[in-house]
């Protein structure tokens, strides 16, 4: 699930990097919104805007439900890109929806979030609906 950067610039940036996209679906949230247009591809589902959190709840259940592989992991990058479009209650809610639904449908989730996008309160919120917290240093 992409908020912070549209679907297109991050194909390109994998591919520079000579990724196997094969089985790798996009839900693009930002490109609607920004640019007015979309690519139509059979990798990517795309939503309106950020702010439309019950579509993007419905495109990513529809999205998962369709993936027949046995493993099944979920990106939502970010977190904080998801704050500047809602306020806290609403992603609050929206997270708690989110990794409740990935765990009935057998997916692994990872929300991402820069230590700088979100404060520590918020972050602490958040991560109840979470099994763990990763800080990664690069």
Known sequence: VTIAEPY???VKK???EKINLEKVLFLDAITVMISGTVEKTGKCVYVNSPKHLTDM???LDNAIS???EEKKFVLLDSLGALLIHNDLQNIQKFVHF???KMRTLNAY???ISLEREIDTKTLTV???FCD???KIKV
Do not use: D, W, Y
Request: proline share 0%; glycine share 0%; aromatic share 8%.
């Open 66 to 68: 369709s993936i027949k």
């Open 57 to 59: 709840s419905i495109a």
């Open 8 to 10: 297109s610039s991050i």
């Open 98 to 100: 989110f990794t409740a």
């Open 14 to 16: 994998l591919e520079q």
């Open 132 to 134: 763990s917290v990763l």
């Open 126 to 128: 958040l991560s109840t």
């Open 109 to 111: 989730s990872f929300l």
